[in-house]
């Protein structure tokens, strides 16, 4: 029998951070051992608060614990634009159910890691501030590390300036220190996520649930559509971050290229841009597997499964 993956989901949720709580929530093949949040689609108290409703709204139990709230290099920039005022608008979410941890995120997460009898994978889904103080601060337990699978960064153009995606933006030191960690990598990035659509159909079958919980996903959809039809002329919005937990369940969901990544640092016009060198001009020594093609109906029906799940244990 195979075990499940054991999980550590470090997000800012969001929209796409909320599908992801609740696929890490009831696939089999994981086994989701704590949240950490971090500052990202909005202010670090309503992103962790946001964790807390949404672990409220599936019953979900399992410790939460809050991480950084600014950069390793500079101030914290939120993007209300795209999630709203609270960055998880579009639904009356339940107030939380249990307290945060006492535990910061790096504390939290090197306590889940070290008490695992077996590796364990983070899955971030915001930028990668706590992920990278956790690797300082713990050389000690990288070897417990089974793989970080990200989502951040493009191989094609970004969502936040014209070369850079949010994640990644947000953060460039930190994504630098993750991507030159020597751990096992995983990239999502929008290259790959923008095949994640919301599609009106995707939302009629959510629907067709007919739980509280599918019809809560929905409204929070329907915002995110509104955004990014605002923001970005797209009338379905990407579901990014499931993406990235998608591919930690089932491999198959997405084709994977080894390839060297790095993030620019220093440009004026591309501060956060993710160099993707998918054909190996630079010489430099594969450090990531980007993922590249996503398996649509397979990734749709892992998550349309989930909210399934967990609507009928309400």
């Known amino acids: 029998m195979t075990l499940p993956t054991r999980i550590i989901l470090d997000c800012d949720p969001g929209h796409d951070d909320a599908m992801t709580i609740l696929l890490a929530a009831a696939n089999p093949a994981v086994e989701l051992l704590g949240i950490t949040t971090v500052s990202g689609n909005g202010s670090l108290e309503k992103v962790t608060y946001n964790a807390l409703r949404m672990c409220a709204v599936a019953n979900i139990l399992v410790p939460v614990a809050k991480g950084a709230n600014d950069p390793i290099a500079g101030k914290a920039s939120a993007a209300p634009s795209i999630h709203g005022a609270t960055a998880l608008d579009g639904a009356e979410l339940p107030e939380p159910t249990f307290e945060l941890s006492p535990l910061t995120a790096v504390e939290l997460i090197a306590k889940l890691v070290s008490e695992s009898d077996r590796k364990v994978t983070l899955i971030p889904t915001g930028p990668l501030t706590n992920i990278a103080m956790f690797l300082q601060a713990h050389p000690e337990l990288h070897s417990k590390i089974e793989h970080i699978s990200f989502m951040g960064g493009s191989t094609e153009r970004g969502n936040w300036t014209p070369y850079a995606e949010f994640n990644i933006w947000a953060d460039p030191e930190a994504a ?39 019809h809560t996903v929905v409204d929070l959809m329907k915002f995110f559509a ?55 001009t630079t010489g430099q020594v594969a450090n990531v597997d980007v993922a590249m093609e996503l398996d649509v109906d397979k990734f749709w029906n892992l998550l349309i499964e989930a909210i399934d799940t967990l609507g009928k244990r309400q």
Do not use: C, W
Request: glycine share 6%.
């Open 176 to 214: 630098d220190i993750v991507l030159r960690s020597g751990l096992p990598l995983i990239m999502s990035g929008l290259n790959i996520t923008h095949q994640a659509l919301a599609t009106p159909e995707v939302l009629d079958r959510i629907s067709a649930l007919n739980t509280d919980l599918a």
């Open 226 to 280: 509104t955004t990014y039809q605002d923001v970005f002329n797209m009338p379905d919005p990407p579901v990014h971050d499931p993406v990235a937990l998608a591919i930690i369940i089932d491999m198959s969901v997405a084709k994977l290229i080894s390839a060297p990544v790095s993030v620019e640092l220093t440009g004026e016009l591309t501060r956060g841009a993710t160099v993707v060198d998918l054909y190996g």
